[in-house]
Nanobody, 114 residues
Framework: QLQFVESGGGLVQPGGFLRLSCVASGRDFEIYDARWWRQVPGNEREWIAS???????DYADSVKGRFTASRDNDKKNIYLQMNNLKPEDTTVYYC????????WGPGTQVSVSS
């Protein structure tokens, strides 16, 4: 199993940037894919980015060109660099690893407002 704890959220102005982090606990982090999600209260969780074990990434259209996922296997971390943030990016962000994460982490709140 891999469990994650998210961090790095905050309040930024439109057009600003943040870098989110997820630190994993568990074994063999380096062999697993990882994903970023976000969820507005009352809505379904929305997939926004994936990074596979080799570092190949994929993004939802809503964040493509603005967000960049990366990973550091030595530190058991995945990252989400978020540039040109928009008010509609305001929500709680989560990460997981498909098939091996059984419980969602606490999430990290991102707020984009002037």
């Amino acid at each position: 199993q891999l469990q994650f704890v998210e961090s790095g959220g905050g309040l930024v102005q439109p057009g600003g940037f943040l870098r989110l982090s997820c630190v994993a606990s568990g074994r063999d982090f380096e062999i697993y894919d990882a994903r970023w999600w976000r969820q507005v209260p009352g809505n379904e969780r929305e997939w926004i980015a994936s990074i596979n074990s080799g570092g190949t990434t994929d993004y939802a259209d809503s964040v493509k060109g603005r967000f960049t996922a990366s990973r550091d296997n030595d530190k058991k971390n995945i990252y989400l660099q978020m540039n040109n943030l928009k008010p509609e990016d305001t929500t709680v962000y989560y990460c997981d690893s498909p098939g091996v994460t059984t419980t969602w982490g606490p999430g990290t709140q991102v707020s984009v407002s002037s």
